[in-house]
């Protein structure tokens, strides 16, 4: 599991960037996301454990995928390889047209606050400020700030069915609630992908179906490509494609 405070690392949007950004060869990489060849060993104790044995993807713009597969068989792994956050062992990422696996790592984070939506588990929120505020927060990275952030903010939580409680502490929030200003937070910076793990398994039938019809929205209305790791029986319905990884490996069904 990634938590919050390893996605956001603190990056400077004023940073004057002279390094070229690394493309992708068109013929490959159209889609939204694309992977060639990743492969993933961690090595611990002397020994390597190959998680992931040479994926091959692509994802077309504006669709909602979903990866599901057993306990421990590198869906997260795969997840944070694709948005960045994991560098493979082999392959290569290819996000927006875009080589990251090439990218230097401030190109990268520039790239991630960008473009990427993280929703994962383990929310993070910031425990002293309420739900607007930690939305709020995110807005700031994108240097948007004062009255635009507050009402962009409040509008963000609406969707997300929280409008009643924008002045609410994450304390006073229940978990369910707490993950929806999560997901608030990870649309506040109109990312083109939104990367989720498990978004829906906090929420109640309700509250996920609240989410899922946001998400929906995204991808059919505003071309955003969503992928997600989950079990969710009810996000099946909206998906346009599932992919299983088993055994290194991803079959599609
Ligand atoms: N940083 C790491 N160092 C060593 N091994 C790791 C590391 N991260 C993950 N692994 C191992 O890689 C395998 C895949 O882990 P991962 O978390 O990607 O699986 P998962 O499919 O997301 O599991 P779950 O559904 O239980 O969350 C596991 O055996 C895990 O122990």
Redesign the pocket.
């Known amino acids: 599991?990634i938590t919050v405070s390893q996605l956001q690392s603190p990056v400077s949007t004023q940073s004057s960037q002279t390094v070229a950004t690394p493309i992708c060869s068109k013929n490959i990489h159209s889609g939204a996301i694309a992977a060639e060849g990743i492969e993933m060993t961690?090595h611990?104790g002397g020994f390597g454990?190959r998680?992931l044995k040479g994926i091959d993807l692509a994802i077309p713009h504006g669709s909602i995928q979903i990866l599901m597969?057993?306990?421990?068989?590198?869906?997260?792994?795969?997840l944070s390889i694709l948005s960045g956050l994991l560098t493979p062992t082999t392959g290569r990422v290819c996000l927006l047209g875009q080589n990251i696996t090439q990218m230097s790592r401030k190109q990268l984070s520039k790239f991630r606050l960008d473009h990427i939506g993280f929703i994962f588990q383990g929310f993070n929120l910031f425990p002293a400020l309420s739900a607007a505020q930690n939305v709020e927060v995110a807005l700031h990275l994108k240097n948007i700030r004062g009255r635009k952030a507050r009402d962009r903010a409040h509008d963000l939580l609406e969707q997300v069915g929280l409008g009643d409680r924008v002045h609410s502490l994450p304390r006073n929030l229940s978990g369910g609630q707490k993950q929806r200003v999560a997901i608030a937070r990870a649309l506040a910076g109109n990312p083109q992908l939104i990367m989720a793990d498990e978004p829906t398994a906090a929420l109640d039938s309700q509250s996920g179906h609240t989410a899922i019809e946001l998400l929906r929205k995204l991808a059919k209305e505003e071309g955003v490509t969503v992928l997600m790791?989950t079990h969710d029986p009810r996000i099946l319905d909206v998906a346009d494609r599932v992919v299983h990884?088993e055994d290194g490996r991803l079959t599609s069904k």
């Open positions: 599991m961690f611990s454990s998680v597969g057993p306990s421990g068989s590198g869906k997260t792994t795969l790791v990884l």
